[in-house]
């Protein structure tokens, strides 16, 4: 009896994540937090690491896992690592998206909405890691773009698959 009773348990468990919601809609999707996708990767750790010996130091950290790290003779580069939000939100929220493989990641590159130039590379369908750069002077502002290019092949290495 009671192996009948765990198989009907174990039936209606299955049955129940079959469907979609109550009016059809699909269900939520699972959650999980920051070590399920980006395992014990620290934003400030990636950026001090591949940044270590230019002049550049620590800036305002948010509690979305990113980080600011700023040599006012250069350049602000930041990376933040989002499990909520894919590539496509961030081709939604951006103008002028450019696709830019990053060692063969998917990836797309952007205008910051704060100026310079953002690279979102795909982690997985709702995760990115988000490289950003800021140049010191505006009249390098056409080397944002090239300079993030080159810290989010830096990073991609990183990153899990």
Do not use: W
Request: aromatic letters at 4%; proline letters at 5%; hydrophobic letters at 40%.
């Amino acid at each position: 009896m009671h192996l009948r009773t765990l198989a009907v348990t174990g039936l209606a468990v299955v049955a129940a994540g079959c469907g979609g919601g109550v009016d059809g809609t699909p269900p939520p999707a699972p959650s999980r937090d920051f070590a399920d996708v980006f395992g014990k990767l620290d934003a400030c750790e990636v950026l001090e690491l591949l940044t270590v010996g230019k002049g550049f130091s620590r800036g305002p950290v948010s509690q979305r896992e990113a980080c600011g790290l700023q040599n006012s003779q250069f350049a602000t580069y930041g990376l933040a690592l989002d499990i909520t939000q894919g590539l496509a939100e961030f081709e939604s929220a951006s103008a002028d998206v450019v696709r830019t493989p990053i060692n063969g990641r998917d990836s797309v590159q952007a205008d910051a909405p704060t100026g310079g130039c953002a690279i979102a590379l795909e982690v997985d369908d709702h995760a990115r890691a988000v490289v950003t750069v800021r140049m010191a002077s505006e009249a390098d502002d056409d080397q944002a773009c090239q300079n993030a290019q080159i810290l989010a092949a830096r990073v991609e290495p990183f990153l899990r698959d």
